[in-house]
C-alpha cells in the first residue's frame, strides 16, 4: 500500500504566488524526498531531508520534516509557469535498499 | 552523463498477450528498479536488484509478471499474460547509493 498521502490533490496558483504541498507518511522513516513529474515523463529528484533534519533549502525550494507527525511539507517560492508538474514525496519505510514508497501526489498548475 | 533509456516508450496490445519492456541504467548504478504506476497514483515498487540478485519482489504479481537482469545491467520486465488492470507506466530507475534514484521516461502501457 502506499506509504504518504498527499494533501492537496491539485493546486492551482498564479505565477509569482508560492506553492505549499504536505505529505503524511505511516512509517519511521530515514529520509524523504520529493520528486517533480511532468506530463508523460519519468520522475526528477528535487531534494532529500533526513530523519534528523527538519529544514531544508535548495534554490526556490523548502522542506520541512516533523517526524513527530510524520509528515513533510514543501514550499516552492516565486512559483513559475515551469514548476506545473506533479510532485510526489517518497519515503524510504526505514529500510537501507533505497527502496522508495510514494504518496499519491500532487498535481500543481501554474497560470501565466 | 546519459541517463536511465527504457523502450519502448508506449505499447498497446490486447489482454491475455504478452509484453517486456527493456531498461538500461546509467553506468556504474548497481541497484536497479522497476516500478508500476497506474493513472493518477504515486509510482508502486515492482522489483529491485542490486546487480544481478533480486533485493526486493515482494509487490511483483509473480504468477504474470516476471523479470530479469543479466550480467547486472539492463533489465526487462515482462508481463505474460496481460490484464486490462496492468495498463499503467512502467518506471524504470537506478541508483549508486541507497539514496537518490535517477528514472527513465517509463513506457506507457494500454491493454485493451
Known amino acids: 500500500s502506499q506509504q504518504g498521502e498527499e494533501d492537496p490533490q491539485a493546486l492551482s496558483i498564479q505565477e509569482g504566488e508560492n506553492a505549499t504541498m504536505n505529505c503524511s507518511y505511516k512509517?519511521?522513516?530515514?529520509?524523504l524526498q520529493w520528486y517533480r513529474q511532468n506530463s508523460g515523463r519519468g520522475l526528477v529528484h528535487l531534494i532529500l531531508?533526513?530523519?534528523?533534519?527538519r529544514e531544508k533549502h535548495s534554490g526556490r525550494l523548502r522542506v520541512t520534516l516533523d517526524t513527530s507527525k510524520k509528515s513533510s511539507s514543501l514550499l516552492i517560492t516565486a512559483s513559475r509557469a515551469a514548476d506545473t508538474a506533479s510532485y510526489f514525496c517518497?519515503?524510504?519505510?526505514?529500510?537501507?535498499?533505497?527502496?522508495?514508497?510514494f504518496g499519491q501526489g500532487t498535481t500543481l498548475q501554474v497560470k501565466p | 552523463e546519459a541517463g536511465v533509456a527504457q523502450s519502448p516508450r508506449y505499447k498497446i496490445i490486447e489482454k491475455r498477450q504478452s509484453v517486456a519492456f527493456w531498461c538500461n541504467p546509467i553506468?556504474?548504478?548497481?541497484?536497479l528498479y522497476w516500478y508500476q504506476q497506474i493513472l493518477g497514483q504515486g509510482p508502486k515498487l515492482l522489483i529491485q536488484?542490486?546487480?544481478?540478485?533480486?533485493?526486493?519482489d515482494s509487490q511483483l504479481p509473480k504468477d504474470r509478471f516476471s523479470a530479469e537482469r543479466l550480467k547486472g545491467v539492463d533489465s526487462t520486465l515482462k508481463i505474460q499474460p496481460a490484464k486490462l488492470e496492468d495498463s499503467a507506466v512502467y518506471l524504470c530507475?537506478?541508483?549508486?547509493?541507497?539514496?537518490?534514484?535517477?528514472f527513465g521516461q517509463g513506457t506507457r502501457l494500454t491493454v485493451v
Open positions: 530507475a537506478s541508483s549508486l547509493s541507497a539514496r537518490r534514484a535517477f
Open positions: 512509517t519511521s522513516i530515514n529520509n
Open positions: 531531508i533526513r530523519s534528523n533534519e
Open positions: 517518497a519515503t524510504d519505510g526505514s529500510s537501507n535498499t533505497g527502496k522508495l514508497i
Open positions: 553506468s556504474g548504478h548497481a541497484t
Open positions: 536488484f542490486q546487480n544481478n540478485g533480486v533485493v526486493d
